[in-house]
């Protein structure tokens, strides 16, 4: 008689997370989609303050402003990222979904 491992065993209950089916569509991703947003609201905000302080030398020394730069370009780049897959998602273009954006 072989040993089976019912911790791993694949029974009807395994197809529900939280309560839910697999195969429903959960529909948009609010937090997701609020978090992509607000990544891109800041990083366009932090390219343009830290741009601004390298070139008037506010905060110091010019590396203040680089440094907003390089951060704003790091947040503005995921939330651009997900943002366009939300929106294109939302538009109905074929080949992205809201499953395409990761859960936080």
């Known amino acids: 008689m072989a040993y089976v491992d019912q911790a791993f065993s694949l029974t ?14 959960r529909g948009p991703p609010v937090k997701e989609i609020a978090f992509a947003a607000a990544l891109l609201a800041f990083g366009a905000l932090g390219v343009v303050a830290g741009l601004v302080m390298a070139a008037h030398q506010v905060g110091g020394d010019r590396s203040h402003g680089i440094f907003f730069t390089v951060l704003g370009v790091v947040m503005f780049i995921p939330g651009f990222y997900y943002t366009r ?3 294109y998602a939302y538009k109905g273009y074929q080949g992205f979904s809201f499953a395409n954006i990761p859960p936080i």
Do not use: S, T
């Open 12 to 25: 009807d209950e395994d197809d529900l997370v939280d309560g839910e089916m697999w195969g429903r569509p």
């Open 85 to 87: 897959i939300a929106y």
